[in-house]
């Protein structure tokens, strides 16, 4: 069942699938951008490990995030962050409680 939009909401969402990665990323809410760092970071070691190391850099392609949410991701802020996205579950939690273990303030 296809849905009708409009014409200016047909050219955007046509126009939404030619974005680069880092076009989409900056599309996305800050919201989204937290939730997909917190679930890349539980899945993907390599990034996890970036995180650890240079968070600046690692956050670098997710433009929408302002400089408060970078800085709660990289130091794990784990109530700031929930008090943006809601209660997070364990998998979700994994960089935040790994990286307050690092004790590295």
Same mark, same amino acid.
């Given at each position: 069942?296809?849905?009708?939009?409009?014409?200016? $909401? %047909?050219?955007?969402? *046509?126009? !939404?699938?030619?974005?680069?990665?880092?076009?989409?990323?900056? /599309? #996305?809410? &800050? $919201? %989204?951008?937290?939730? *997909?760092? !917190?679930?890349?970071?539980?899945?993907?070691?390599?990034?996890? /490990? #970036?995180? &650890?190391?240079?968070?600046?850099?690692?956050?670098?392609?997710?433009?929408?995030?302002?400089?408060?949410?970078? /800085?709660?991701?990289?130091?794990?802020?784990?109530?700031?962050?929930?008090?943006?996205?809601?209660?997070?579950?364990?998998?979700? /939690?994994?960089?935040?409680?790994?990286?307050?273990?690092?004790?590295?303030?």
């Amino acid at each position: 069942m296809a849905t009708i939009l409009g014409p200016k $909401k %047909e050219k955007a969402m *046509e126009a !939404l699938g030619k974005l680069t990665k880092g076009e989409a990323r900056a /599309a #996305q809410s &800050s $919201k %989204e951008a937290i939730l *997909e760092i !917190l679930a890349r970071a539980a899945d993907d070691s390599n990034f996890l /490990a #970036q995180l &650890s190391d240079n968070p600046d850099k690692a956050l670098s392609e997710y433009y929408v995030l302002s400089w408060e949410e970078r /800085a709660a991701l990289g130091s794990g802020d784990i109530k700031k962050i929930e008090s943006w996205v809601g209660k997070l579950d364990k998998r979700l /939690a994994t960089w935040l409680w790994c990286r307050l273990s690092q004790e590295k303030w």
